[in-house]
Structures are given as structure tokens and as C-alpha cells.
């Protein structure tokens, strides 16, 4: 009877690593971000130990197909197959490393009270991972895109052309992080910074992915886009990023 009641709560689903912790001499508390089960947390035992079958694929930013079992508090990893080895190549690069770790963050805060968007968070930050991985862009606009396509998908989609506020067409030259993004002159509240027009299509095309507009962008719009991305982040999250202060800017 316990083993029929053990197999019935068994499930299969692909989840890329987040965070993961100590518990006890050799054991592990995994958190994971999966593909149809939203986040989850889970133990894997033994994971700490040299002869453990499950390795490096329960290291953090890395993709696997797992087999769980669902359990009262924490679930159980009962196996673990590697799909994605992006942990490995991340973690040798410092500035590629504090991307990930901002991101898995932002992934983790997002989906930790909203599981609809869950699937869609997952293929995000995978492809995200992938391309840090594999240094197809620079890593601070890997993790602009990122950020800014997260909070879309979580419902909080910046508009970069009209007015945030009032729908008027633009191009417009004031920033709102509690608006919504660019806002005209008559919604505009007093102090909005007026980034450069470049930086603006910046924002834009690292929202969109035309990526030939970003990987041409200037160093001075990449900064000015991450302080602007940074603080609707935070101000929509409403709470500051640890890795996020971490991450190196050039």
C-alpha cells in the first residue's frame, strides 16, 4: 500500500535550477522553477555526497528532467537528467554568474505567487540561460531583455512608445517606473527622468528582441537602460534584488 501511494504521487516535468541550500550532512533543498508544475521546492537526497547519481544537475542555472515525489512541505527528487548544462560554463565567468543569479532571482520572486504564468517564466529564462551561456550578446543586455520580458509575462508590460499613462502616441522623453514606462509631458510626474532618445529605442528593442538594434546600442545607453530597467523592476516587484547590485556594468 505505501509503495502504490508512493508511485501515485510521482510526476515527471523538465525544471531549470534556482537556488539550492544545505540541509543536514549530505542532503540538499532544491528550488525549481519547472515547466507545468509552477515552483517548486524540493529535497534531493544525498546530492552533497561524491558518489551521488545526481552530480552537477542539480546545480543552480542548470536544465533537467526530473522525476519527483510530491510530499506534504517538500517534494523528493528521485531522478534527474541533464538537458540544459549551462551551470558549468556560467559559473566560470564572474560576470556571466551575477547575470544568472539576478535572473533566477527575478524568476523565483515572480513565480512564487503566480503560478499561470509559469510555463511561459520557464521558457524565458531557459532561452536567457542558453544565450548567457553560449555569449551570443553582452551579459548586462541579456539580463535587460530578460528582466524586462519577465515583467511583461508577469503582467507588467512597459510601453516604450505611446504614453504609459494616457495611451498619446509618442515618441516621448520622460520615464515613469509606477506609470508604466514613457509618459507624455501632460502625464509626466515631476522629477521623471528624460532619458536619451537612444536609450528609449533601446529599452524598446530589448523588450521586442531585435537584437541587431541592441548589440549596436553605445555603453552610455546600455547603462542609462539598466538604471531605468532596474528601477521599474524594483518598483513593481516591490522589493530590491540582492544579485542585482552585484552585477558588474560597463
Not at 28 to 36: F, G, Q, W, Y
Not at 120 to 130: D, I, K
Not at 225 to 240: C, D, I, N, P, T
Request: glycine content about 10%; aromatic content about 6%; charged content about 20%.
Amino acid at each position: 500500500m505505501a509503495q502504490h501511494s508512493f508511485a501515485s504521487r510521482a510526476y515527471r516535468d523538465d525544471a531549470v535550477v534556482l537556488r539550492t541550500h544545505k540541509l543536514g550532512e549530505a542532503d540538499r533543498i532544491i528550488t525549481l522553477l519547472t515547466k507545468h508544475h509552477g515552483q517548486v521546492r524540493a529535497v534531493a537526497k544525498g546530492v552533497r555526497r561524491t558518489s551521488s547519481r545526481f552530480g552537477a544537475r542539480l546545480e543552480p542555472f542548470m536544465v533537467a528532467d526530473l522525476q519527483l515525489v510530491s510530499g506534504k512541505t517538500l517534494d523528493i527528487v528521485t531522478q534527474a537528467v541533464a538537458k540544459g548544462a549551462y551551470g558549468g560554463t556560467i559559473a566560470a565567468d564572474y560576470g556571466r554568474y551575477t547575470v544568472a543569479a539576478a535572473m533566477t532571482e527575478t524568476a523565483e520572486k515572480l513565480t512564487d505567487v503566480d503560478g499561470e504564468s509559469g510555463t511561459a517564466q520557464y521558457n524565458l529564462l531557459v532561452g536567457a540561460l542558453a544565450s548567457l551561456s553560449r555569449a551570443e550578446h553582452a551579459a548586462g543586455l541579456i539580463l535587460d531583455s530578460y528582466l524586462l520580458r519577465a515583467l511583461a509575462t508577469g503582467g507588467w508590460a512597459p510601453s516604450f512608445t505611446d504614453c504609459a499613462r494616457c495611451g498619446l502616441p509618442g515618441p516621448h522623453n520622460a520615464f515613469s517606473a509606477p506609470l508604466g514606462g514613457m509618459v507624455c509631458a501632460g502625464c509626466r510626474p515631476p522629477g521623471s527622468p528624460a532619458p536619451a532618445a537612444e536609450t528609449v529605442v533601446l529599452l524598446a528593442a530589448l523588450l521586442t528582441g531585435e537584437w541587431a538594434t541592441a548589440d549596436a546600442s553605445l555603453p552610455a545607453h546600455r547603462k542609462e537602460a539598466a538604471g531605468l530597467v532596474a528601477a521599474y523592476l524594483q518598483w513593481h516587484l516591490e522589493r530590491v534584488l540582492k544579485s542585482l547590485k552585484h552585477v558588474e556594468r560597463s
